[in-house]
């Protein structure tokens, strides 16, 4: 496993305000760059390591992942521009991604692919442990589309460098558009400038190491003269940036986050002007759906606005043209009902130049709804309902046209990649073929009912035939946190990629409880489970495991939990709060300290959803749940697995190091494993097949 690899890091700055009384005997261990909790990780790493490749079956089970990964890439992720294709490709060969651009044809497919950037030869010859952040909207510059901003991240943390990149020629380009690493975001207003927001040096930042300024940067002109056209208020979260519209109606958008469930969006003229807009505040975190000259966002609450009446949970639009009146800017396109809710801020809307596309779920099942505009209005054509453990969502955009990329899979149906939209139909781009023989199993979608009576649905994929009713070794994640939602895919990220195939091989069961926090039921859903009403997500997922118990399915010993970021919070909380439940806790990149959350990483930016430590209710509140606080000696715990990059500048690794330390020191069987690089996505079992054997053969050791 490629752990420790020392490094210079840089680390955001870490303000926010904390009683004094938060203050703890392993706080030392916050400092991600700190030599002495380095050497700690360092130790316990490699104890883990040694102890973990003692286990039965480790090798076993780490070639069959290699053999796995190496029988097929997974999925790639496409841009569309206009013309113009990009794919990025990862595989056991290019663990770290090739990027390619094609010409599309008239059905939109390109077949031409020509590979413009290689980035494991890139680490190798600049000697800097480089990852591409590829993904959401495509960031080159119209109406060409040759010339593009690549985000590069040193270690794989969010700090990156943003460098110019030539198509055409295949290079950077020479006295290009070019930032040192820090957190730091652009998008093109024209070929020549861009609308940019970054960290570094002495460039103003948030409490959560977020830039405070938006600036217009034109070519030629160094950083440091780019024109500052936005100021952030002291107390915001963050701004995102996004672009839309073309010629002279192109114009940036940028989206405030007060906290994480107040925005405001402001327009930027091509001529630098900035506007105001009556978007409502209170809406769902997308932090900016754009396309066609407008900016769509969902409502979290409903708002009235020149006399208008918008219900929650709405989607609206705001033309951005200068040319509409500013009467007619706001349009309702489309308000849920019947149990209908728009569940994934972030992949759930797909807008075009003329339409709007949706994924609507209902009780865990999904479909897709195009809205239309019209001189009169919006439209709305509703397909098909997809099968229960089947999602969709959408993976990218062209802002040239009204095609989307739309994912489709599910727990027994392969990843495939498809162009709708288009006038000839649907289109495939990516076919992926079975990697295990889904007949064997079955998806349900069940519903267990939580502590004050809330019925919470659950999915739940089993063998077909139970070898051993009552002992089947069954695995459970989740999330339940800021309105996002996880769905049914194929050996995706939340489920360990293809490290789940030997555990479904070998008899394991696998569910996924779709708790309060998330976004499954609407925005009310979400606010069930923030602050004071945290425990919620808890209870349900509590609830959801003690159905799955009275069903006759498994028992404790044979439960394990596993969980990322907020869903490592809720692995950790279930293990120190109902360590009866549990046989075994994989707790990855979690959050663990709620009081000292602001100190760490970005961790200031999350003080809405949590609450605040230095109110004195709610910081009761936090230590009733937060799992570092709740470890106490002498109580029977189930063993932890724990792990983190050095380099997780989101979270940072400060919380899953103090956690691993008090779990060792109060007698707790606690496994740490700590790699330099990966950042907040560590989890990579293409770059870190070897930590995914760990945990594996972690899961079935402890749950047999």
């Given amino acids: ?18 009683a004094a009384a938060a203050q703890d005997s392993y706080q030392w261990l916050e400092a991600p760059q700190d030599a002495r909790a380095l050497e700690w990780a360092k130790k316990e790493t490699q104890d883990t390591q040694a102890r973990i490749g003692k ?39 290019h663990p770290h991604g090739v990027l390619s651009v094609g010409t599309r044809g008239d059905d939109g497919i390109a077949t031409d692919w020509r590979e413009v950037l290689d980035v ?37 943390g969010d700090e990156v460098e943003l460098r110019e990149f030539d198509l055409t020629t295949g290079a950077f380009v020479q006295g290009g558009f070019r930032t040192p690493a820090s957190r730091a975001f652009a998008a093109w207003l024209d070929r020549d400038r861009l609308l940019i927001e970054h960290s570094a040096g002495d460039a103003p930042k948030l409490p959560t190491g977020w830039p405070a300024n938006v600036a217009i940067w034109t070519r030629g002109t160094p950083l440091a003269a780019a024109k500052t056209v936005y100021s952030a208020q002291p107390t915001d979260a963050l701004m995102a940036l996004s672009v839309t519209g073309e010629g002279k109606d192109r114009v940036g958008i940028i989206t405030r986050a ?125 397909a098909a309902a997809e099968p229960v453990g089947t999602s969709v969502a959408f993976a990218g955009v062209d802002p040239a046209s009204d095609v989307a990329i739309m994912k489709r899979a599910g727990y027994l149906v392969p990843n495939r990649l498809e162009l709708v939209g288009g006038a000839k139909g649907p289109a495939t781009l990516y076919s992926e073929k079975p990697v295990f023989d889904a007949s064997r199993f079955v998806v349900e979608l069940k519903t267990a009912t939580s502590k004050d009576g809330t019925l919470v649905d659950y999915y739940l994929l089993r063998p077909r035939e139970l070898a051993s009713p009552g002992k089947t070794p069954l695995l459970m994640t989740g999330y339940g946190a800021f309105g996002i939602s996880l769905a049914p895919e194929y050996l995706g990220y939340s489920v360990g990629g293809k490290s789940l195939v030997p555990w479904l091989t070998r008899g394991g069961a696998f569910a996924l409880p779709l708790i309060r926090g998330g976004g499954d039921r609407g925005a009310a859903w979400h606010q069930a489970a923030i602050r004071e009403k945290r425990q919620n997500s808890y209870d349900d997922f509590a609830a959801v495991t003690e159905d799955l118990i009275a069903s006759g399915l498994t028992s404790p010993k044979h439960i394990g939990v596993f969980g990322s970021s907020n869903g490592g919070l809720l692995a950790a909380v279930m293990g120190t709060q109902r360590p009866d439940l549990y046989g075994a806790i994989v707790s990855d990149v979690p959050l663990t300290d709620l009081v000292r959350m602001p100190f760490m990483g970005m961790g200031a930016a999350w003080v809405n959803e949590y609450g605040d430590a230095n109110d004195p209710a709610m910081r009761s509140v936090l230590e009733s749940y937060s799992p570092y606080q709740r470890v106490a000696a002498g109580k029977a715990y189930p063993p932890f697995l724990i792990s983190v990059a050095t380099s997780d500048n989101r979270v940072g690794p400060g919380h899953a190091r103090k956690l691993a330390a008090k779990l060792k020191d109060a007698g707790a069987s606690v496994y740490y494993l700590e790699d330099q690089e990966g950042g907040h996505g560590v989890s990579d079992p293409l770059s870190r097949p070897e930590l995914m054997a760990d945990r594996m053969t972690f899961l079935f050791t402890m749950l047999k």
């Avoid at 490629?2 to 305000?17: E, G, Q, T």
């Avoid at 590829?134 to 040759?146: L, V």
């Fill in 55 to 93: 286990m039965p079956g480790h090798d076993a089970i780490e070639a069959e992942l290699k053999t796995l990964l190496a029988a097929g890439d997974p999925p790639p992720d496409y841009q569309l521009m206009g013309q113009v294709a990009l794919r990025f490709q990862r595989s056991v060969a």
């Fill in 120 to 156: 494991d030869a890139l680490r190798k010859a600049e000697g800097s442990a480089y990852e591409l952040h590829f993904g959401g909207a495509p960031n080159c510059a119209p109406p060409e589309y040759t010339r593009c901003i690549l985000s590069l991240s040193p270690e794989g």
């Fill in 1 to 18: 496993m490629k752990m420790f690899r020392f490094a210079a890091c840089s680390v955001a700055a870490l303000i926010a305000p904390v």
């Fill in 258 to 382: 007060i906290d994480y469930s107040t925005f405001e969006h402001l327009v930027v003229r091509s001529d630098g002007r900035l506007e105001t807009t009556p978007v409502p505040a209170k809406v769902k975190m997308s932090l900016g759906t754009v396309g066609g000259g407008k900016l769509f966002v969902q409502l979290a609450e409903p708002a009235t606005v020149d006399g208008r009446v918008f219900p929650a949970e709405s989607v609206v639009a705001y033309d951005t043209r200068a040319s509409v009146p500013a009467a007619k800017r706001l349009s309702l396109v489309y308000t849920p009902g019947d149990g209908d809710f728009l569940s994934d801020p972030f992949a759930g809307m797909a807008p075009g130049r003329s339409t709007l596309k949706m994924i609507l779920t209902k009780r865990g099942v999904q479909r897709v709804a195009t809205a239309t505009a019209t001189a009169d209005g919006w439209t709305i054509a509703d």
